[in-house]
């Protein structure tokens, strides 16, 4: 089963604090094998209080949280992108949910561009 950008960005999250499946089931108590069928794919959208649950458990950051909340909620996503905002932790949830929104034309989707020019009209927004 392909992998999800919900998958994705959890298994990034467990891994970067050196978490196996069954450290993250047991400190979040959601069974290891739920959190295996949400980082591959084969379960999504997951209830709010389990997203909750494995935030918490993961001491996720407050960004790191809504983009899972996001992710969980938008199942289509291009899980390419995410490469791209775990880089830049600069990148918020809501900018996140506008660079996926955007629709690249041609061979490969230029992210950092999209997000400029996301950034350029909000100050543009806040300003006018």
Same mark, same amino acid.
């Given at each position: 089963?392909?992998? &999800?950008?919900?998958?994705?960005?959890?298994k990034g999250l467990r891994e970067e604090k050196k978490l196996s499946l069954r450290d993250l089931g047991q400190r979040s108590e959601v069974d290891h094998a739920y959190i295996h069928r949400l980082? &591959?794919?084969? $379960?999504?959208?997951? !209830?709010? =209080?389990?997203?909750? $649950?494995?935030? /918490?458990?993961?001491?996720?950051?407050? +960004?790191?949280? =809504?983009?899972? +909340?996001?992710?969980?909620?938008? &199942?289509?996503?291009?899980?390419?992108?995410?490469?791209?905002? +775990? /880089?830049?932790? !600069?990148?918020?949830?809501?900018?996140?949910?506008?660079?996926?929104?955007?629709?690249?034309?041609?061979?490969?989707? =230029?992210?950092? &561009? !999209?997000?400029?020019?996301?950034?350029?009209?909000?100050?543009?927004? =806040?300003?006018?």
């Amino acid at each position: 089963m392909p992998d &999800t950008a919900l998958g994705v960005w959890l298994k990034g999250l467990r891994e970067e604090k050196k978490l196996s499946l069954r450290d993250l089931g047991q400190r979040s108590e959601v069974d290891h094998a739920y959190i295996h069928r949400l980082e &591959t794919g084969a $379960k999504e959208a997951p !209830s709010e =209080d389990v997203l909750e $649950k494995l935030a /918490k458990a993961l001491s996720a950051s407050k +960004r790191d949280g =809504d983009i899972l +909340r996001y992710l969980a909620r938008h &199942t289509n996503i291009d899980s390419n992108i995410l490469e791209f905002v +775990r /880089k830049d932790q !600069s990148i918020s949830a809501d900018e996140l949910q506008m660079l996926a929104t955007v629709v690249n034309r041609g061979a490969r989707a =230029d992210y950092a &561009t !999209s997000l400029a020019r996301i950034r350029r009209m909000m100050m543009e927004d =806040d300003d006018g």
